[in-house]
Structures are given as C-alpha cells and as structure tokens.
C-alpha cells in the first residue's frame, strides 16, 4: 500500500502513544497510525497485566508479548510501521506503549 508523502507542516522524526487494549479480535481499523519521515525504528511494550498480539496489517498475527516474561516488548531497527492492530489474547486488558523514531 503506497503512503501519501507527508506534507512540510507535519514532519515528524519521534513518536510516542499510550493505549488500553481490551478488544479480543484485532478491530477494523489500526489502533495507531505512524507517520514520521524516514523512520529507522519501531518499539512496542507490553505493561501488562494481559498478553496480546500485535498485527502490522490487521490480519496476521506478527508478533506475541507476553506480559512478565522476556518477550513482553520488542524492538525492531531498520523497520518501518505505519499502522499497528492490537489484540488481548488472556489475562484481560493491557497497556501498551508504542514508540518510533527516525535518525534524520
């Protein structure tokens, strides 16, 4: 899927949102929309207390964290995501941190 460039009077090089998930199907529409120029790299983190999926696309599961344990956050370098489906997989709603950044 092609992204519009962004226009001059909203460039972003950082990005940072706090959510509460607590839907247990990945909803229709992403749960955060990422646009920052030339982004070099994307975080997410698992507070707890439920474990969830995460989809890049809204369909396929690309990633577990599972709250209390190592995998509960991963970090990815020299990748780019601009939308983000979440989903709660046990142990009932979860705060998740999403962060991304660029090193223009």
Not at 35 to 49: E, K
Request: aromatic share 10%.
């Amino acid at each position: 899927m092609a992204t519009p460039p962004l226009p001059a009077a909203s460039v972003r090089y950082s990005y940072y949102q706090l959510l509460d998930v607590a839907n247990a199907a990945f909803p229709t529409n992403s749960q955060a929309s990422i646009r920052i120029a030339g982004q070099t790299g994307f975080r997410i983190i698992n507070y707890g207390p439920g474990d969830i999926e995460v989809s890049y696309d809204g369909t396929n599961v690309d990633g577990d964290l599972r709250f209390g344990t190592p995998s509960a956050s991963l970090s990815y370098d020299v990748r780019i995501v601009q939308a983000v489906w979440i989903r709660v997989t046990s142990g009932g709603n979860a705060e998740v941190r999403l962060e991304a950044w660029s090193h223009t």
